[in-house]
Every structure is written in C-alpha cells, then in structure tokens.
C-alpha cells in the first residue's frame, strides 16, 4: 500500500505541520491523524525532535477514537512483553507505552491510560486512574472531565448533571463544560436550564454564531410567543455573525412563520414576522439556486424547497 507521502506527495515536515494543524484547531479526523501519525512514527520519528511526544498521545487519542486494536504495532515486539493481554496489544498502546517510559508518573499519561480503559468498558479501573490523579491534584479538570464522561457513558444522567454543576461552580469560565451541560439538560427535555447554560456561553463569546443558533433552537422547542420572539431575534443574530448559516436561515423562516400564525400575537407582530419569513424564503430559494447552478438535479431540489416553503402558506400583506 502507498504511503502518505507519496499518495499526496507531501515531505515529512509538512505531515508534522498538517498534525500541528488539526491539534490547534481540535479537528476530530481521526482516521487522518492515525493514517499520518502512524507513518510519522514508522519512517520519521528520529526526525521529530521532541515533537513526536505530542504525536504519540494525538495519534493514541484518534486510535481510540476509531478503537482501532487491530493496528500494526511499531517497532520490537516490548507490548506483548508487558502486557500480554492481547486487549492491550494495540497501536494506541504503543504510544502509551513509549509515553510512559518517557514521562513515568505523569497526570497526563495516567490520563491517557484511564481513556483507554475507558475504550474497553473497564469503568471501574478507569475510575481509580482518575481518582488517583485528582488524589495528587484536585485541580485537574480533565480528569474531573473524564469521570463525568464515564457517568455519561454508563446512561447516569443525572448523576453527570450534578458532577456537571459542581464542576461549574469552581471553574465557571469552561465553555466546553457549559455546552456539555446544556445538552444533557436538552437530552432531558430541560429546556428552561438548557437556555441558562447557552446565555452563559453567549455572555463568553456573544460573537459565535452556532452558540446564538443553538440558544434560539432551544427557545424555539420551549414554544409559546414569546419563546418564538426570542428565536427569531438570535436566528437573526447568528445570521448577522454568518450569513452563510443555513440552519439560521431555516429558523429564521420556521420561528417568523409560527409567530405570525400565533392567534396571541398582534396585527402588528404578525404583519412584522410575515416580513421576516418572506424575506427568509426568498433567502433559502436564492441560495439553493445559487448552490445548484449547472446541476441537473437542482430543479427536484428547488422544487422540494419550494413545497416545504408553501407548506406553511406564508403570504405577504
């Protein structure tokens, strides 16, 4: 089989720059990243400096990520050695194990070695792995992370909400951990506490539109007039941060629509969101002949568009 040098024909130095690349931006292309790191690892790692540190735990994580056990092993034959469990006889192994060698004692690679517990549903060891680590340090929210995740992954809602919150109350600024919390709320049907936790991430970052779509999905599930106002002004706000925003777009329309067929609204409510969903369908119908322009089957597309639009019998007055 071709190597990925040469299938792309691409040098090393721009293999380990691509990797940097997908690490900085927190891409999930897990299967890239095992394709590319592996190769780096089997012909380059005397190249790599100090970076093949790094790699060894970003390719170990996309391993498990695919629960690829079945990899080729680099190198000697030093796993099987020291864990002749065949579970453990993995790619992902032998990074953690050349991980291990090079930083024994280390949060991060106890991590690692907890995650791949995890991979094999030995929740209980994995457990442990994170408690001892918190035993050291009580500050380590990725280990705090991971056990809420066990939680997650064993169907105890509630009890992941309540680590969730406890979490929250000490590092409160954790974007990632509030918008974890609001879809559990969501899974739960919470949508009231789903709302709370995407204000706080709208109050973080109020320039990132996918945190003003999700707020104004979940105010759109709550219903109710003034739920759908509060839609249709966040749909409007994640189109003005990205006009390209489709799934805006749509809410847009859905959310003007139901407030101008809502019999609590207004002459004047009504009259304004007719505009809104007529200025929104003539939106959907431009981009979606922009984006079939030269294909055949762009007028079944447009056609499907164009009942979905009229379902609602949306006219101007």
């Not at 093949?52 to 970003?58: A, L, N, S, T, V």
């Not at 169907?155 to 609001?182: C, M, P, S």
């Not at 506490?193 to 973080?204: G, N, P, Q």
Request: glycine letters at 4%.
């Amino acid at each position: 089989m071709a190597s990925v040098a040469d299938m792309f024909d691409v040098t090393w130095e721009e293999m380990r720059d691509k990797l940097r690349k997908w690490r900085d931006e927190n891409n999930r292309n897990s299967e890239q990243i095992v394709d590319v790191g592996e190769e780096l690892i089997n012909d380059y790692a005397s190249k790599l400096g100090d970076d093949i540190w790094i790699i060894y735990e970003q390719v170990m994580i996309a391993a498990l990520d695919l629960s690829r056990d079945n990899l080729a092993m680099v190198g000697t034959n030093t796993i099987q050695e020291h864990f002749p469990d065949p579970s453990f006889c993995s790619y992902g192994m032998q990074c953690l194990h050349e991980l291990r060698k090079q930083f024994p004692g280390s949060h991060r690679v106890k991590r690692l070695t907890g995650m791949r517990f995890e991979s094999l549903e030995r929740y209980d060891d994995a457990n442990k792995m994170y408690d001892g680590i918190l035993q050291e340090d009580p500050t380590n929210t990725a280990a705090r992370k991971r056990k809420i995740a066990i939680l997650k992954a064993l169907g105890k809602t509630t009890e992941a909400i309540r680590e969730l919150n406890e979490y929250l109350e000490q590092f409160v600024g954790d974007q990632e951990a509030w918008h974890e919390l609001a879809e559990l709320y969501i899974n739960e049907h919470d949508y009231a506490k789903a709302a709370f936790c995407l204000e706080e991430l709208m109050m973080t970052n109020p320039h990132n539109h996918l945190y003003c779509q999700h707020y104004a999905e979940v105010k759109y599930t709550q219903g109710g007039l003034e739920n759908l106002e509060i839609s249709r002004k966040y749909f409007s706000q994640a189109l003005k941060l990205n006009n390209r925003n489709m799934r805006a777009l749509f809410g847009l329309y859905m959310s003007a629509s139901h407030t101008a067929s809502n019999p609590k609204a207004n002459a004047k409510i009504k009259k304004d969101n007719m505009r809104y969903a007529t200025w929104a369908a003539l939106q959907i119908n431009k981009a979606y002949q922009l984006a079939g322009r030269g294909k055949k089957e762009s007028k079944n597309s447009l056609k499907v568009v164009e009942d979905m639009l009229e379902a609602l019998q949306i006219t101007q007055s």
